[in-house]
């Protein structure tokens, strides 16, 4: 492998891809600095929610460099600032807080003082999640302190924080015998542990809670009851809280959620019962909420009205149409999963085609999706994350078949370094990632990618 060039090295840290490690080690220290950097104080991560940190995976790049004093400087200050400010939340503090304990972990006195300190301010935050840091650091010690730090939070009226997962955390890893000793003895000389361990056993320890409001949960009623409802139902209540461009009936998804749970536990008569109204309304609203009895279920069967609303200026009913005609196998869903995929001139809509396919896939249906990905633009990046994850749900359910080139071709372009992971266990499994890839994978920023490729 030959260096990236500079636009290829930051594109690789955004992915996270293993090429970025491989450009550190064939460069000079110099040539990588400004952007390793930048790397590092902002958090390039493209969906946090789902993708692990990059902290390891970056400090690999700093020890590979051999200088990195000259990335720990400017990383422990940005987290002082940064801890200063509330609220102390969002991606570039925590990535910079996990940077600092992998600091800590290399005997770094400096950093643990502010791992430590930073902690004690967020004990009022909205999230202690930086709990798992300090028992990774300093084992059942760490355990303990974040119980005190639980405690006082308790005591200070800002409510309960459940760190039970970290307790059975530690007992796997240090013996749940030796962990239920160290916090008993912990409780006789410790108030503060034991206060959180009365709030813990008492009835309603989440009782003054400040941060979250009481959800209201849709009633749990028989699915046909909750048909006559919405199909009853004025909307007079109804206020658009979503983006016009987005999800314009944000504020009746939990009249849909209703209509969905009674569908998972409903009978087929109530299914046919709930699909023949969607068939008899014209109001959206209605058919927004309706279609949510199709979300985890089939439907009776395809119809071309059902099909057309994918054609509809609304994007919410677009999608739940989308979301729905996908968990049903009809060769006309299908037919309209191709027609929108090769249609001339490409229609604004036809990425869906991708989804559209997930239960009515037919094998040899990949030359369609490889043509259409090869001859069309996607029209922003939402479009794009929708046919990566309607093509992760084709691999999913067609196991047996192969989408080499598809995965091949998303691999290199998708933004985020789990759902990567799809495509190259899809690839080992069909034993065709190439040695190149293979060898990349090695050193990708998600673990799970590496454990795969390890194997392979």
């Given amino acids: 492998?030959?260096?990236?060039?500079?636009?290829?090295?930051?594109?690789?840290?955004?992915?996270?891809?293993?090429?970025?490690?491989?450009?550190?080690?064939?460069?000079?220290?110099?040539?990588?600095?400004?952007?390793?950097?930048?790397?590092?104080?902002?958090?390039?991560?493209?969906?946090?929610?789902?993708?692990?940190?990059?902290?390891?995976?970056?400090?690999?790049?700093?020890?590979?460099?051999?200088?990195?004093?000259?990335?720990?400087?400017?990383?422990?200050?940005?987290?002082?600032?940064?801890?200063?400010?509330?609220?102390?939340?969002?991606r570039d503090f925590w990535q910079l807080y996990h940077l600092v304990v992998e600091f800590a972990f290399n005997d770094d006195r400096e950093a643990r003082d502010l791992v430590y300190e930073t902690f004690d301010k967020m004990v009022h935050d909205e999230t202690m999640e930086g709990c798992d840091e300090l028992i990774r650091l300093d084992g059942i010690d760490g355990l303990l302190y974040v119980l005190a730090k639980t405690g006082q939070r308790i005591l200070d009226g800002f409510g309960f924080w459940d760190v039970k997962y970290y307790i059975e955390d530690a007992e796997e890893k240090f013996g749940k015998e030796t962990v239920r000793t160290a916090i008993e003895r912990e409780i006789e000389k410790n108030p503060l542990v034991q206060t959180y361990f009365e709030r813990a056993d008492s009835d309603d320890p989440y009782f003054d809670y400040p941060f979250y409001p009481q959800t209201d949960w849709p009633p749990d009623l028989p699915l046909r009851e909750w048909v006559d409802r919405i199909m009853e139902d004025d909307f007079s209540d109804f206020k658009d809280d979503g983006d016009e461009n987005y999800l314009p009936y944000y504020g009746l998804t939990t009249r849909r959620s209703g209509v969905n749970r009674a569908a998972r536990k409903a009978e087929a008569d109530e299914l046919d019962y709930a699909f023949k109204k969607l068939l008899e309304t014209d109001h959206p609203m209605r058919q927004f909420c309706l279609l949510g009895a199709f979300l985890s279920r089939p439907m009776p069967r395809a119809e071309?009205?059902?099909?057309?609303?994918?054609?509809?200026?609304?994007?919410?009913?677009?999608?739940?149409?989308?979301?729905?005609?996908?968990?049903?196998?009809?060769?006309?869903?299908?037919?309209?999963?191709?027609?929108?995929?090769?249609?001339?001139?490409?229609?604004?809509?036809?990425?869906?085609?991708?989804?559209l396919l997930r239960n009515s896939f037919r094998p040899g249906d990949q030359a369609a999706l490889e043509k259409a990905i090869q001859t069309r633009e996607f029209p922003n990046r939402a479009?794009?994350?929708?046919?990566?994850?309607g093509l992760r749900d084709l691999i999913e359910h067609n196991p047996e078949e192969s989408f080499q080139k598809l995965c091949r071709w998303f691999y290199e372009r998708i933004p985020c370094s789990r759902c990567r992971t799809d495509f190259v266990e899809h690839l080992v499994k069909h034993r065709t990632i190439s040695c190149e890839m293979l060898e990349e994978c090695l050193d990708d920023a998600c673990e799970e990618t590496r454990k795969l490729v390890h194997t392979a």
């Fill in 383 to 389: 479009s794009f994350d929708r046919a990566e994850s």
């Fill in 304 to 355: 071309k009205r059902i099909l057309d609303y994918l054609d509809t200026d609304n994007v919410s009913l677009q999608w739940s149409t989308l979301w729905a005609l996908s968990h049903t196998n009809h060769e006309m869903i299908r037919d309209k999963a191709m027609e929108l995929l090769l249609s001339e001139p490409a229609r604004p809509n036809w990425h869906y085609g991708f989804e």
């Fill in 1 to 90: 492998m030959s260096p990236l060039t500079r636009e290829a090295f930051q594109d690789a840290l955004r992915k996270g891809l293993g090429r970025a490690v491989r450009h550190v080690r064939l460069s000079a220290p110099d040539d990588v600095r400004e952007d390793l950097l930048n790397a590092s104080l902002h958090c390039l991560v493209y969906d946090a929610q789902c993708e692990e940190g990059r902290a390891p995976w970056l400090m690999k790049m700093f020890q590979i460099t051999g200088e990195p004093e000259f990335y720990r400087r400017p990383i422990l200050q940005r987290l002082r600032e940064l801890a200063d400010e509330e609220p102390r939340i969002g």
